[in-house]
């Protein structure tokens, strides 16, 4: 249970209390729950979230309060990490719960070697675009028409990853 023990906590004085820590396959149906709430995230299916570790991706959920606040799942190819998929309640926005899964993983990955850290995300997602240039993301490039449901361009996000 290496994701347990790597649990960390908001510290903040006055913020959401929440700790973070590895997703496990029965958190699914409080991820969905969230993803549902979230057009904006990709729309996997449960079975996705169930079969992490076998496909070489891992995640991590934001607990508070002993419901589950935020996810973000990630994989690590060689030395660079794709940010999955991110999607926090509605209700728990702009208190830092993103930031802290983010770092989670980004941490995670450096210590397994990646050098950069890579996503697409809809252009038109810009809360999400804004977040990730909040914490050190530059646009790369774009994918036209990459998406539909509603049909959207894909802006192409990459930051360094320090290794430790
Ligand atoms: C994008 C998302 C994950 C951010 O989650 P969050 O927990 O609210 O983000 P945080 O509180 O950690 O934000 C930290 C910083 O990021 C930036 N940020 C976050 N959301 C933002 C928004 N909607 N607009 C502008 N900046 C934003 C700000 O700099 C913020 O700091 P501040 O609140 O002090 O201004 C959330 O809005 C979400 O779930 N959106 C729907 C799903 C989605 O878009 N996923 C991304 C797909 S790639």
Redesign the pocket.
Known sequence: MEGLMNTSTSKTPGALSFAVRELQSSDADSVLAIQAQ?P???QWQKKDYESLAGNGSRGWVAQADGRIA?FLVARLIADEVE?L????D?G?????????LLNEAIAWAGQNGAARAY????QR????V??YK??GFHRIGMRPNYYFNPPDDATLLAAPVSRR
């Open positions: 979230s904006e995230a990709s935020g940010i998929n991110l999607a926090v509605p728990m926005r702009r208190q830092g719960v993103a930031e802290k996503l697409e995300v809809r997602n810009l809360g999400a804004e977040f909040a914490h």
